[in-house]
C-alpha cells in the first residue's frame, strides 16, 4: 500500500507556517531549521502537486488550496490530539465518554451547572445526554445504554448491581391554564371531580419494560406527550389539566399563565435517584456523582 503524501507532520508544519505567518518563525516554534521545513512543504506540493503557500515579502500566505488543506487537516490533528489524550486518561481509569440520562422531570439547568463544573477538570472526557421518562429512564441503564442517571424515579428496580443514591424529593401540584374553568375555583377538587377533564400525560420511554405511570387521574380522558416541555405547552394552551414539579409551575402562576387547582388529596413528595451500575469503577463516573450528590446538600 502507497504512504499517503499528507502526514500529521505535514499538518503541523502547515498549521505553525500559518500561524506564525514564516518559516521562520514556525521553525521556532517546531524547534526546527527553516530548511526542513521547506522541504517538507515542497515535498507534499510535489506529491500533491499543487501550491500551498505563496510568498508576500517575508510572509508565507495559504493558496486557496493550501487553506482548504490546512482547514481539513486542523480537524484531523484535533482529532489525534484527544486519541492521544483519551488513551492517557484511559491508562489512568478515566473514562473517555460517559452517557448520561436525565429523567424528563428533572431541573436540568441544576444538571448542566454540575456537569460545566466536572468539564472545567476533566476536558478530554466526553458528555453524552440524553432524556428519558419514568420506567424508560431505569431501562436504559440496565441495558447498558447510559452510565449514569439522574433524576431516575423511584420505585429502584429489583436489578441486582445497582447503587442508587437519593438525590432530593420533588413536589408536584396540579396545574391548568388561566383561562381553564378550574381556574375560577376556589375549593378543593376531589379526584371524582377531575376525572371529567381530559389529563395530559408524558409517555414512559421504555420501550422492552413494563411502562410507569404517575399522577394519573383515573377515568379522566388522556393526551399523551413526549417530555415535560410539551407537557407544560399542552397545559397552557388549555388542552388540559396536569401535575408539574412545583419549580416548573411556580414561575407560570406568577406570570398569571397558570393557576394551582387544589385538591383534596395530597401528592407526596416523589423521590429521585442518582443511579450507576456496580461494576463501572471509571473515575470520571466516580468524581460526577460526588459532585452532583454535594450540590445536592
Known amino acids: 500500500m502507497n504512504t499517503p503524501p499528507i502526514s500529521i507532520e505535514a499538518l503541523m508544519v502547515l498549521d ?9 518563525a514556525a521553525a521556532e516554534q517546531l524547534n526546527k531549521v527553516p530548511s526542513a521545513l521547506s522541504y517538507v512543504v515542497q515535498k507534499l506540493e510535489e506529491q500533491l502537486q499543487v501550491t500551498l503557500f505563496i510568498r508576500q515579502g517575508r510572509r508565507a500566505i495559504l493558496t486557496p488550496a ?4 490546512l482547514t481539513e ?10 486519541l492521544s489524550e483519551q488513551t492517557q486518561t484511559i491508562a489512568n481509569g478515566w473514562e473517555p465518554k460517559i452517557r448520561i440520562a436525565c429523567d424528563t422531570i428533572v431541573d436540568i439547568t441544576a444538571v448542566y451547572n454540575n456537569l460545566s463544573r466536572f468539564l472545567a477538570e476533566h476536558q478530554s472526557i466526553e458528555i453524552d445526554v440524553q432524556e428519558q421518562v419514568m420506567n ?3 431501562e436504559a441503564l440496565i441495558e447498558d445504554r447510559v452510565d449514569l442517571l439522574i433524576g431516575a424515579p423511584a ?28 381556574a375560577r375555583l376556589n375549593l378543593s377538587v376531589t379526584t371524582h371531580e377531575l376525572s371529567h377533564y381530559r389529563h395530559v400525560v408524558v409517555h414512559d420511554s421504555a420501550k422492552n419494560e413494563i411502562p410507569w405511570s404517575r399522577n394519573i387521574i383515573e377515568g379522566s380522558q388522556r393526551f399523551y406527550v413526549s417530555n415535560l416541555n410539551h407537557k407544560i405547552a399542552a397545559i397552557l394552551s388549555g388542552i388540559g389539566i396536569g401535575y408539574l ?35 463501572n469503577k471509571g473515575k470520571g463516573l466516580r468524581k ?3 459532585i452532583l450528590l454535594t450540590q445536592q446538600g
Open 245 to 279: 414539579p412545583k419549580y416548573v409551575a411556580d414561575p407560570f402562576i406568577k406570570a398569571d399563565q397558570l393557576v394551582q387547582v387544589l385538591t383534596t388529596d395530597n401528592k407526596t413528595p416523589q423521590d429521585l435517584f442518582i443511579a450507576w451500575k456496580l461494576a
Open 73 to 82: 487537516g486542523r480537524k484531523l490533528l484535533q482529532a489525534v490530539n484527544s
Open 136 to 138: 424508560g429512564t431505569w
Open 16 to 24: 505553525a507556517i500559518e500561524y506564525r505567518g514564516s518559516y521562520a
Open 288 to 290: 460526577l456523582t460526588d
Open 155 to 182: 420505585p429502584i428496580p429489583a436489578q441486582k448491581g445497582l447503587r442508587a443514591v437519593k438525590m432530593q424529593a420533588l413536589d408536584s401540584i396540579l396545574v391548568v391554564s388561566s383561562s381553564h374553568q378550574l
Open 66 to 69: 493550501g487553506k482548504h488543506l
